[in-house]
């Protein structure tokens, strides 16, 4: 879910912004969700180079089709921070 809200409120990405924003996760089973996401058609991946391979991965029409589902879930998430008096922006750094 992180991976298809991340596409969702910046287009695309690349594998290394991708990685970058989801801490603690392996290169390897960050692949295995981006293949499997790609094989369920919620994604699209377009190959920009050959050498150096890089690739950039955007939400598909059927994984755009979940957009309310990924605004609720952040109007949640917002509530769930302001309810616990939790400063995101302020303490990130112990999330990652």
């Keep these: 879910m992180l991976i298809l809200s991340h596409l969702y409120y910046n287009q695309s990405r690349g594998f290394a912004d991708l990685k970058k924003n989801l801490p603690g ?3 390897k089973m ?4 981006l293949k499997e ?3 369920d ?3 699209e991946k377009n190959i920009i ?3 150096p391979y890089r690739v950039q991965y955007n939400l598909s029409s059927t994984g755009r089709s ?3 589902l990924f605004d609720l879930m952040s109007e949640y998430g917002m509530k769930y921070l302001k309810d616990n008096g939790i400063n995101y922006i302020k303490d990130q750094h112990l999330y990652k």
């Excluded at 960050?30 to 969700?33: R, S, V």
């Design 25 to 27: 996760v392996s290169e």
């Design 30 to 33: 960050l692949n295995q969700q």
């Design 37 to 39: 996401l790609e094989r």
């Design 41 to 43: 058609r919620l994604i």
């Design 49 to 51: 180079q050959l050498k």
């Design 66 to 68: 979940l957009s309310p």
